[in-house]
Structure formats: structure tokens, C-alpha cells
């Protein structure tokens, strides 16, 4: 018999965090949800960050994933955005590691050579690529889609990870 695992992608950022949930049964991937998790940007930040950890924690209470995903953080050329990142992807980390779960990370260029088979593919194709391969995916904002393709490759690599983790 086949293992069933639930896998809960993570798009971190500190206004959005984009969430999507999806099992994965041998190579058979199926939709369960997805939405985004906000900050509210009036607020100083660390209670910015205590709302991404209580919603967050949320999630994973209403969702019980057994794996998560989360996307690594890129640098861009502002530096204190990079920082407010990081911090909100620490959340994204921190919350499933208090609740147990394991947590793999991947670089948003392998995330998108897995789903569309080009790492430099834009928004517009990951998304298309979500519909196909999650044909009942509902997402409403990119930040859902880009979560539900983090753990569309989480779903295609864990097992290559888990092999290697093993040697």
C-alpha cells in the first residue's frame, strides 16, 4: 500500500505569507487547500511577526500536515527588505519545527524547474502549471499558487532527500 503524506508549501513574506496544502500518494499529487496569511503593516514589527506565527500556527492546527516546504530566501538589492524577510521566513521555520514537523527548503529556481521545467520561468507559467498539475487548485492571490508549487516540488524530491539524508 501506497504512504499518503501531507504536505504544506510555505511562500514566506511579512505583508503575505502564502500557504497550500496538497497529499501526495505515490506520483499522484491531489489539491486539499491554500490561502494567504497576512501581517498588518501599521504594526511595529514584532507584532508583525507574532501575527505570522499565530496564523501560521493556525494553519497547521486546521491542516495537519505531516511535511512542510518552505521557499529560501532571495537577496535583492534593498537590504533591509531582505532582512524583513528573513524574519518573516524565520516564521515559516520556526512555526512547523515547534509543532514537530520536518522542514525541507528549496531555492525558488528549483522550485520552478520542477513545476514548469525551466528555473527561470515567470509567475504567470508556475501558476498555469499549478492548474494543470492541481486542476481543483483554488487560489485566489500568486502568493497561494507559489506556496501550492513549493510543495508540488517538495512532493517530487522528498524521497531523493530522504535517501541522501540517509547515507
Given at each position: 500500500?501506497?504512504?499518503?503524506?501531507?504536505?504544506?508549501?510555505?511562500?514566506?513574506?511579512?505583508?503575505?505569507?502564502?500557504?497550500?496544502?496538497?497529499?501526495?500518494?505515490?506520483?499522484?499529487?491531489?489539491?486539499?487547500?491554500?490561502?494567504?496569511?497576512t501581517s498588518d503593516g501599521d504594526?511595529?514589527?514584532?507584532?508583525?511577526?507574532?501575527?505570522?506565527?499565530?496564523?501560521?500556527?493556525?494553519?497547521?492546527?486546521?491542516?495537519?500536515?505531516?511535511?512542510?516546504?518552505?521557499?529560501?530566501?532571495?537577496?535583492?538589492?534593498?537590504?533591509?527588505?531582505?532582512?524583513?524577510?528573513?524574519?518573516?521566513?524565520?516564521?515559516?521555520?520556526?512555526?512547523?519545527?515547534?509543532?514537530?514537523?520536518?522542514?525541507?527548503?528549496?531555492?525558488?529556481?528549483?522550485?520552478?524547474?520542477?513545476?514548469?521545467?525551466?528555473?527561470?520561468?515567470?509567475?504567470?507559467?508556475v501558476q498555469a502549471m499549478v492548474?494543470?498539475?492541481?486542476?481543483?487548485?483554488?487560489?485566489?492571490?500568486?502568493?497561494?499558487?507559489?506556496?501550492?508549487?513549493?510543495?508540488?516540488?517538495?512532493?517530487?524530491?522528498?524521497?531523493?532527500?530522504?535517501?541522501?539524508?540517509?547515507y
Open positions: 500500500m501506497t504512504e499518503r503524506v501531507r504536505i504544506l508549501g510555505l511562500d514566506p513574506g511579512l505583508r503575505n505569507t502564502g500557504w497550500g496544502v496538497i497529499t501526495v500518494e505515490g506520483t499522484k499529487l491531489s489539491y486539499v487547500a491554500c490561502g494567504v496569511v504594526l511595529e514589527l514584532a507584532l508583525r511577526l507574532k501575527q505570522l506565527h499565530d496564523r501560521l500556527t493556525d494553519v497547521i492546527r486546521a491542516w495537519t500536515p505531516d511535511e512542510v516546504s518552505v521557499e529560501e530566501t532571495f537577496v535583492n538589492k534593498d537590504a533591509q527588505a531582505t532582512l524583513k524577510l528573513g524574519q518573516a521566513r524565520a516564521m515559516s521555520l520556526l512555526v512547523p519545527a515547534l509543532h514537530g514537523l520536518p522542514v525541507a527548503e528549496y531555492g525558488a529556481n528549483q522550485v520552478k524547474k520542477t513545476v514548469v521545467g525551466v528555473g527561470h520561468a515567470d509567475k504567470d507559467q492548474r494543470i498539475l492541481l486542476p481543483k487548485a483554488d487560489f485566489k492571490k500568486a502568493d497561494a499558487a507559489d506556496a501550492l508549487a513549493i510543495a508540488i516540488a517538495h512532493a517530487h524530491h522528498r524521497k531523493a532527500r530522504a535517501l541522501a539524508a540517509s
